[in-house]
């Protein structure tokens, strides 16, 4: 299985790659290749993970990068997929940009599910407090990528325009402008990755860890947001 750290700078398909594809042949290939023993709690089964992040996919919530070599091409759950290939977000539901320098894409992409996923399943007031703060937190960081790093980037429409027109060169160097802008994921756009997790209650990946997790970013990050 392949570790290598994803880079998930917020991309666009540029006409180089789309020329690439992959067969269902292939595909299937890759969920094998990328396929780990999961213990679900009365049963150990074999499951695909995501390349970037680790956590489970299947069942309709992986997504495949084509790459040059169809068999490198890349196995992603929804949440590591769209900041590569943000022209395929293509509603305005499908969340926005913004400028967030101490969490990095894979953070928030956790943060998010794990929120998400606790704000259904827990009645506890402190926690849906905490929960409520956090994403607002990250929600206003939207108009802060529009005022510090240009106006309307926060719009993924435009930033995917501005991705397009950039020239090869400028396009290899975006990191230097958007190494602090994130995808902000809108609920729509991860719901089915976390339905799967739910249906399937992963014994490693249980949202149950999750309530102390969420209660102990909440508090240290009081401060910091
Ligand atoms: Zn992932």
């Given at each position: 299985?392949?570790?290598?750290?994803?880079?998930?700078?917020?991309?666009?398909?540029?006409?180089?790659?789309?020329?690439?594809?992959?067969?269902?042949?292939?595909?299937?290939?890759?969920?094998?290749?990328?396929?780990?023993?999961?213990?679900?709690?009365?049963?150990?089964?074999?499951?695909p993970?995501?390349?970037?992040?680790?956590?489970?996919?299947?069942?309709?919530?992986?997504?495949?990068?084509?790459?040059?070599?169809?068999?490198?091409?890349?196995?992603?759950?929804?949440?590591?997929?769209?900041?590569?290939?943000?022209?395929?977000?293509?509603?305005?539901?499908?969340?926005?940009?913004?400028?967030?320098?101490?969490?990095?894409?894979?953070?928030?992409n956790?943060?998010?599910?794990?929120?998400?996923?606790?704000?259904?399943?827990?009645?506890?007031?402190?926690?849906?407090?905490?929960?409520?703060?956090?994403t607002k937190?990250?929600?206003?960081?939207?108009?802060h990528?529009?005022?510090?790093?240009?106006?309307?980037?926060?719009?993924?429409?435009?930033?995917?325009?501005?991705?397009?027109?950039?020239?090869?060169?400028?396009?290899?160097?975006?990191?230097?402008l958007?190494?602090?802008?994130?995808?902000?994921?809108?609920?729509?756009?991860?719901?089915?990755?976390?339905?799967?997790?739910?249906?399937?209650?992963f014994?490693?990946?249980?949202?149950?860890?999750?309530?102390s997790?969420?209660?102990?970013?909440?508090?240290?990050?009081?401060?910091?947001?």
């Amino acid at each position: 299985m392949d570790n290598k750290k994803i880079d998930l700078t917020l991309s666009v398909i540029r006409p180089e790659r789309r020329k690439f594809s992959v067969s269902a042949k292939i595909e299937k290939q890759i969920l094998k290749k990328n396929s780990i023993p999961i213990n679900t709690g009365n049963k150990m089964i074999k499951v695909p993970i995501c390349q970037s992040c680790g956590l489970p996919v299947g069942e309709g919530t992986h997504m495949i990068e084509p790459s040059e070599k169809p068999t490198e091409s890349l196995l992603l759950c929804k949440p590591c997929y769209y900041p590569r290939n943000l022209d395929e977000l293509t509603m305005p539901s499908n969340g926005y940009i913004i400028l967030e320098p101490r969490i990095d894409q894979t953070e928030i992409n956790t943060l998010i599910c794990a929120l998400w996923y606790s704000q259904k399943i827990y009645d506890d007031d402190e926690l849906l407090g905490v929960i409520e703060q956090l994403t607002k937190s990250l929600s206003q960081k939207k108009t802060h990528a529009d005022l510090y790093i240009a106006k309307d980037i926060s719009n993924i429409e435009y930033l995917t325009q501005v991705l397009y027109q950039m020239d090869s060169d400028d396009y290899e160097r975006r990191y230097n402008l958007l190494k602090h802008l994130r995808w902000m994921p809108s609920i729509e756009s991860i719901l089915p990755t976390m339905e799967y997790w739910r249906r399937n209650c992963f014994g490693l990946y249980s949202p149950k860890n999750w309530y102390s997790l969420i209660n102990s970013i909440g508090k240290e990050r009081e401060k910091k947001f």
